[in-house]
């Protein structure tokens, strides 16, 4: 049997902490190549550096991301 993968209901806060758990979700949900694909297509060069710079992000992509990986 394979390892269910729960989904989270509510988003986590808008903190740093919280953008990291964002995007650590959504590689587990959806894949770490569907989430490089989205980040590519909003125009940010790359996944390490979204993860590394998520002070230079605003809560419109995070919540783009959530709801994202919650509707999968």
């Given at each position: 049997m394979g390892k269910k993968i729960k989904k989270q209901d509510t988003m986590p806060s808008?903190?740093?902490q919280?953008?990291?758990q964002i995007?650590?979700?959504a590689?587990?949900?959806l894949g770490k190549n569907h989430v490089e694909s989205w980040v590519i297509s909003k125009n940010i060069p790359s996944l390490t550096y979204f993860e590394e710079h998520v002070r230079k992000f605003g809560p419109r992509y995070f919540r783009e991301l959530f709801n994202l990986s919650k509707n999968q």
């Open positions: 808008l903190t740093i919280g953008k990291r995007i650590a979700g590689i587990k949900i």
